[in-house]
């Protein structure tokens, strides 16, 4: 009998044979006068064949996944261009009916879901807001989402997609499809119920941290028909922060340190802040040098609406509340600024577009546009302040340079260019442009274009 050296290596090492497989081996090796150091032989052929066979499956199984996660990319893009469009209409409607922007355009009202207890204060809350807005929510909501939307072909082609891949056990599947009844997305109709039942379904069958989570939040408030139980709302909410969903841990943090449902313990609480705080800057430093775009203002009703104090008394409103036709007014103003020599306008749109506003999405391209303009008023043909200049200026000088710099160093709006980038930041921190400075601590203690060194980025 001939055998490959790896299969002799691997007899010769003592293959895992099970007890009735030996038995056999016993048998047919009397039986057919074949020597007893055979029966080793044919134990570790059965096992590279049962060990190639279990190769097979799981080939085939990856095969699969793959084919079912292409499938479920294209299903999930088709679906958000599709409520993309749908909130982009809502907000217009909401223009048009002269409604609060911030206010959460909720597909129906959502009391009647929600437990007794919970009930009153939250329809109290309602007509509070009614009452100093001047409009009642419920009416709002109708006049926001009357008539039921038309999903066109292709909507309604991926949603039962989505479904049959969903019934196939896909976990990202499984998952959307719950959040679309929980949220109402698509043009479907919000099921609390029917959402507790599929994250319920979801934790048990693949354990995903999500469902989880979202089955810590039903028993914790008792949504949708599900029961109210604090224990298997810290037990779900437990699960999910210790497989790191942010959000869990965050909700345990905050358990754990006030002593809502568990014994207060602050050395407990940092353990799950910790955790959060973990992820968070992991998945922020895994981004461009300097770390990814932190996320902008969320607003908030008080900032349109004013707090229990009246009207723009929240904590941001007085320099954050400002409507899209005053927006759009300051905008244009800025930019008749710039076209006639304003370097400061020039700027302000620059950082504005850089940025991003709650009213307008970030645009890097703009922006690196409108900040080489400001620079080529500024500096020189070989990269020299002009004489010229006020102190103001001079100020404005620094902020475009150095924005200009992290620009080029993070290949945001323009071509990365690290050589370039440092020639802009030098001269930014030079002018006490403080993001300027930090950039360029950055570039030594990591050491592009210049020397690695940690004292140099500490004494910047």
């Given amino acids: 009998m001939r055998l490959t050296a790896g299969l002799l290596l691997w007899a010769a090492a003592g293959s895992i044979v ?24 044919l134990a570790a052929h059965t096992d590279e064949q049962r060990f190639s066979g279990f190769l097979e499956d799981q080939m085939e199984i ?33 223009l048009q009916q002269k409604l609060p922007e911030s206010i959460l355009k909720i597909r129906r009202d959502v009391s009647q879901d929600l437990p007794e207890p919970i009930k009153t204060p939250f329809r109290a809350m309602q007509q509070l807001i009614g009452g100093v807005l001047g409009w009642t929510p419920h009416s709002a909501y109708i006049r926001v989402t009357a008539g039921p939307r038309k999903q066109p072909e292709k909507v309604r082609s991926a949603l039962e997609r989505l479904e049959k891949l969903a019934d196939d056990g896909f976990e990202r599947a499984m998952v959307l499809r ?16 029917s ?18 989570y979202m089955l810590g939040f039903f028993y914790s408030t008792g949504v949708g028909g599900a029961p109210q139980k604090n224990s298997l709302a810290l ?39 910790r955790l959060v705080a973990r992820t968070a800057i992991d998945y922020y430093v895994s981004g461009p040098p300097l770390g990814r775009t932190m996320p902008g203002y969320r607003m908030r009703l008080s900032d349109d609406a004013g707090s229990a104090y009246g009207v723009k008394t929240g904590p941001y409103s007085l320099y954050r509340a400002t409507g899209r036709e005053e927006f759009g007014g300051l905008v244009e103003y800025y930019r008749f600024s710039a076209q006639k020599g304003s370097l400061k306008a020039g700027m302000a749109l620059a950082d504005l577009y850089y940025s991003g506003h709650e009213h307008m999405p970030r645009n890097l391209t703009m922006s690196a546009r409108h900040v080489r303009n400001v620079l080529s008023h500024i500096f020189t043909a070989d990269g020299k302040l002009r004489l010229d200049l006020t102190q103001a200026e001079v100020n404005v000088a620094g902020n475009a340079a150095g924005l200009y710099g992290i620009m080029l160093l993070r290949g945001e709006g323009v071509e990365e260019d690290t050589r370039l980038a440092a020639k802009w930041l030098e001269i930014g921190a030079g002018l006490g442009h403080g993001a300027a400075t930090n950039a360029l601590g950055y570039m030594y203690q990591h050491g592009i274009e210049v020397a690695a060194s940690s004292e140099d980025a500490i004494e910047l």
Avoid at 20 to 38: F, G, H, Y
Avoid at 250 to 273: H, I, Q, S
């Fill in 178 to 193: 719950a959040e679309m009844k929980m949220y109402g997305r698509y043009s479907t109709p919000m099921d609390l119920g």
């Fill in 235 to 273: 037990l779900y909410t437990s699960l999910a922060a210790l497989q790191g969903h942010i959000a869990a841990g965050m909700v345990m943090g905050f358990r754990t340190k006030m002593g809502a449902g568990v014994p207060a313990d602050c050395a407990e609480a940092v353990e799950y802040y």
């Fill in 18 to 41: 099970r007890a009735e497989d030996k038995a056999t081996l016993a048998r047919a090796s009397t039986d057919l006068a074949v020597p007893p150091s055979a029966s080793v032989i």
């Fill in 62 to 94: 990856d095969s699969r996944r793959q084919a079912q996660a292409k499938e479920y990319e294209e299903i999930h893009s088709i679906l958000h261009d599709y409520q993309t469009k749908i909130e982009k209409k809502d907000e217009q409607l909401l």
């Fill in 195 to 212: 959402a507790f039942e599929e994250y319920q379904a979801i934790s048990e069958k693949t354990g995903n941290a999500q469902a989880q």
